[in-house]
């Protein structure tokens, strides 16, 4: 099993611009989840989903847009990136829901806007 | 918000003491979760306590939870350099799809 796996691993963009940070995962987990992590804070849950076709905003969802066609992937998308998107990305997927299972990891993405 | 605090903020010690790192949090919970951080790298899970529960151990581990105090404790034994990291804890709240983070502890564990 790969697990969780996100790409690209770096991104450099300028204000205004979009992108789609893209996460898969192997492991059949119907929840999926993205997190972003500044500097001295902990993650903060931009989105999560609970299954295909179901997503649901988490503490600091603006200016973030997800879908979820399948169970394996979970592609956030900056639809007009600002220096304040600048972050380290983190997507995350466990079972079914977090009350008594733990969270899988990706790598992450360091997304810089310029 | 930030519902999990950790306390201290960092911590350094030699290899072979105890750690100890602590978290507070505001509301009620359904469970408490430890994660570790290499720098760089995504989070890995450590252990997970239910609020009914008032101990759990893995390995080196200990993790203790105190409901009426709404803190819990994260313990590990003969440390090791390679346990160098950020801890976070994590609650849910109350919550099955909502995971709040600490901001953590960054553990130093020197040779």
């Known amino acids: 099993n790969a697990g969780v796996t996100q790409t690209p691993k770096f991104q450099v963009l300028k204000t205004g611009q979009s992108m789609t940070l893209q996460c898969a995962q192997d492991?059949?987990?119907?929840?999926m989840s993205w997190y972003r992590q500044d500097p001295g804070m902990g993650l903060r849950l931009i989105h999560y989903?609970?299954?295909?076709?179901?997503?649901d905003q988490g503490e600091v969802p603006n200016g973030y847009n997800v879908s979820r066609s399948t169970t394996e992937d979970f592609p956030l998308r900056l639809l007009s990136a600002a220096p304040s998107q600048t972050s380290v990305y983190f997507c995350?997927?466990?079972?079914?829901?977090?009350?008594?299972?733990?969270?899988?990891f990706g790598p992450g993405t360091r997304l810089t806007v310029l | 918000s930030q519902q999990g605090e950790e306390d201290p903020q960092a911590l350094s010690i030699q290899e072979g003491e105890n750690a100890t790192m602590n978290c507070s949090y505001k509301?009620?919970?359904?469970?408490l979760q430890w994660y570790r951080q290499n720098s760089g790298r995504g989070l890995v899970h450590l252990i997970l306590?239910?609020?009914?529960?008032r101990e759990k151990h893995s390995g080196r581990l200990r993790v203790t939870l105190d409901t009426s105090k709404k803190s819990s404790s994260l313990l590990i034994t003969a440390s090791r350099a390679a346990d160098t990291a950020s801890y976070f804890c994590?609650?849910?709240?109350?919550?099955?799809?909502?995971?709040?983070f600490g901001k953590g502890t960054l553990l130093t564990v020197n040779p």
């Open positions: 995350a997927s466990s079972y079914r829901g977090l009350m008594y299972n733990e969270q899988f």
């Open positions: 492991m059949n987990h119907e929840y």
């Open positions: 989903s609970v299954g295909a076709g179901i997503t």
């Open positions: 509301t009620s919970i359904n469970n």
């Open positions: 306590i239910r609020s009914n529960e």
């Open positions: 994590a609650t849910d709240g109350g919550s099955n799809y909502k995971l709040t």
